[in-house]
């Protein structure tokens, strides 16, 4: 069909090429957006731990600034 150029790869070959650029592209394209899917996802589990320990270190200063008179005595008093 094509006849290679006295000086080049022929029309079909550089189809061809190209064609095979663009499967790779694709194929990276989706793998980082997997990628990317993914680390959104991590991002949001550590943000929701990071919330949750803000809170109980909220708490627990609560408790340790708390007035030790209101606290109870210890049980062998």
């Known amino acids: 069909m094509s ?3 006295a000086n080049g790869p ?3 070959d550089r189809v061809s090429e ?6 790779f592209q694709e194929l990276s ?5 997997d990628a990317l899917a993914e680390a959104r996802m991590e991002s949001a ?3 929701e731990q ?3 320990a803000l809170g109980d270190l ?6 340790l600034d708390s007035d030790p008179g209101v606290e109870p005595p210890p049980p062998h008093y």
């Open 50 to 52: 990071l919330v949750r």
């Open 10 to 12: 022929s029309l079909e």
């Open 58 to 63: 909220k708490q627990m200063r609560g408790m």
């Open 45 to 47: 589990r550590t943000s």
């Open 29 to 33: 394209l989706t793998e980082l957006s």
């Open 18 to 23: 190209l064609e095979s650029r663009v499967a």
């Open 3 to 5: 006849q290679p150029a």
